[in-house]
């Protein structure tokens, strides 16, 4: 039997491993442990997905919590080193680009345990995004390179990654979403919607958390002048992720929210698919969400100069905006003329199974 464990910590993680770890469960030779480092902590940053993905708890939770980049880094390398001693698995698997990926992959690669990284290979050649450094450096030391999309592959190769080691399997967050959009029917769909005062296709959805958008004054107080102004438009529903509401309470900034922007709480898995699949578009600076709405072919604003996620524009429905480009951007979305993009090859809700099976192989050859 080859243990395997699988590392998640932040929101981005959950709906990435879900998949993966049902089908290792199924499959013959392989043992999935699931070990949540406990960066997100709040019950609808992280418990709440463990309940709508259907996941049992995590066997081993570490709960290391917020903290400066050094200290979060650090304190995961801690706690996770002592997991890998007691557990001696066969293989690690991170996800993504947050720091619990860098630190747990840095933590088994020195106990000469393989690595094994679920979304590699992407790039925004921008080091002034932590999670730049992170997927540069787990990509690095990592034995297995799981990419979602070409440009993910001549990433790598261009690193000096050998070929051998990278595997282009698709979108491993899609194949979550294909799985709960079979579970939300059409009332479910209309209840949801309709809790949070919306009309279907009448209202924007709107996700901020990058530390560049919402950690000064200078970023987060136009971005909120512009929101209220979108709200006199169209009801605007703005799910705020803890950093940003912090932020938004320690620059003295929740006075100026309009009425008609709808302020909440970040919203649960399954509540936050429907309310992106039935709103008349997102605007975001998330990574993930980029990616579900050209699944979903919704049209996406990401408020970002740049994006690890190049396809969702190239063939997807994504389009970069700042704040001089943003508001023509909108409107000609809500003129009804916006390009339709196509779903990547590979975003077809079976990634679990093609990285299962390459894990099956490399676990049995060693
Ligand atoms: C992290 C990831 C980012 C990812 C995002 C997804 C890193 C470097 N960043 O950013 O790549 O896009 O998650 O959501 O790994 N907080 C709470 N409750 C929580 C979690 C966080 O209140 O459950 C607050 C704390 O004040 C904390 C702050 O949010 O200091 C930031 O959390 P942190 O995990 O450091 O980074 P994120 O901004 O969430
Ligand atoms: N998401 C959610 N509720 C929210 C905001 C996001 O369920 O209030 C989901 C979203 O559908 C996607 C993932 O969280 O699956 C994206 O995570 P996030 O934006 O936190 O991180 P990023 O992708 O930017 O790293």
Redesign the pocket.
């Known amino acids: 039997m080859s243990k395997i464990l699988l590392v998640v910590g932040?929101?981005?993680n959950f709906m990435k491993m879900a998949p993966l770890y049902f089908e290792m469960v199924k499959t013959p030779g392989l043992d999935p442990l699931i070990v949540h480092t406990g960066?997100?902590?709040?019950y609808v940053?992280?418990q709440a997905f463990f309940e709508d993905l259907e996941l049992p708890q995590p066997h081993h939770f570490l709960g290391t919590g917020?903290g400066s980049h050094a200290e979060?880094t650090a304190r995961i390398m801690v706690e996770f080193e002592k997991v890998v001693l007691a557990e001696r698995p066969d293989l690690v698997v991170v996800f993504g680009?947050?720091?619990s990926t860098v630190a747990c992959s840095l933590t088994a690669k020195k106990l000469l345990v393989p690595v094994a990284h679920v979304e590699a290979g992407l790039r925004s050649f921008d080091e002034t995004m932590?999670?730049e450094i992170n997927r540069r450096v787990t990509d690095a030391i990592s034995d297995l390179l799981f990419t979602p999309s070409p440009d993910g592959d001549e990433n790598l190769i261009r690193d000096g990654v050998p070929e051998s080691k990278i595997h282009r399997v698709g979108n491993i967050m899609i194949d979550s979403l294909v799985s709960v959009l079979t579970k939300i029917n059409q009332d479910h769909q209309d209840q949801i919607v309709g809790r949070f005062g919306l009309e279907k296709r009448r209202y924007v959805l709107v996700t901020l958390?990058r530390p560049s958008n919402v950690d000064d004054r200078n970023g987060l107080a136009p971005i909120l002048a512009y929101l209220n102004k979108l709200a006199a438009e169209i009801p605007v529903l703005f799910p705020i992720?803890?950093?940003t509401r912090?932020n938004i309470e320690t620059l003295g900034l929740g006075a100026s929210l309009h009425a008609g922007l709808r302020t909440v709480e970040p919203v649960r898995y399954r509540e936050f698919i429907t309310l992106e699949k039935n709103a008349g578009f997102v605007l975001t600076d998330s990574?993930g969400i980029q990616e579900e709405t050209t699944y979903l072919g919704l049209p996406c604003l990401t408020l970002r100069p740049n994006t690890e996620r190049p396809i969702t524009i190239t063939e997807g429905t994504n389009e970069l905006v700042d704040m001089s480009t943003i508001e023509r951007q909108s409107a000609k979305i809500l003129a009804g003329r916006w390009k339709q993009g196509r779903i990547p090859s590979l975003w077809d809700g079976r990634t679990a199974q093609r990285i299962t099976k390459v894990v099956a192989e490399y676990t049995a050859g060693k």
């Open positions: 932040a929101r981005p960066q997100h902590y709040d940053m992280s917020s979060q680009d947050v720091n932590p999670e958390h992720h803890p950093r912090k990574g």
